[in-house]
């Protein structure tokens, strides 16, 4: 992934959220009466917490994508792999 600032490679990582974020519209903290929001997918609650993320060091910018869990696709393709040993497993008994 290019950095959309400075379009450098941006290094791939895992953000832990501990305590899953918030997110609240425009950049007056507690003015406007607005609410803050649950961002989808960053909550922390029976699974591991942490989300794929980019980071660009030369202009300090990080970038995730919410709302899908890491831990489903790495758990789809765990189910998926022990899938195949159990077929694998069948194969060698005949
Ligand atoms: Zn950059």
């Given at each position: 992934m290019r950095c959309p600032e400075c379009h450098a490679l941006m290094e791939e990582g895992l953000l832990p959220v501990s305590e899953g974020l918030l997110w609240s519209k425009g950049?007056?903290?507690?003015?406007?009466g607005g609410m803050a929001e649950d961002v989808p997918g960053t909550h922390a609650v029976m699974r591991p917490n942490r989300m794929a993320g980019w980071r660009c060091r030369k202009c300090h910018l990080i970038l995730f994508r919410y709302g899908e869990s890491w831990d489903t696709d790495k758990k789809a393709q765990m189910l998926a792999a022990a899938e195949n040993q159990a077929e694998e497993a069948v194969e060698e008994e005949s």
């Open positions: 950049r007056v903290v507690g003015g406007g």
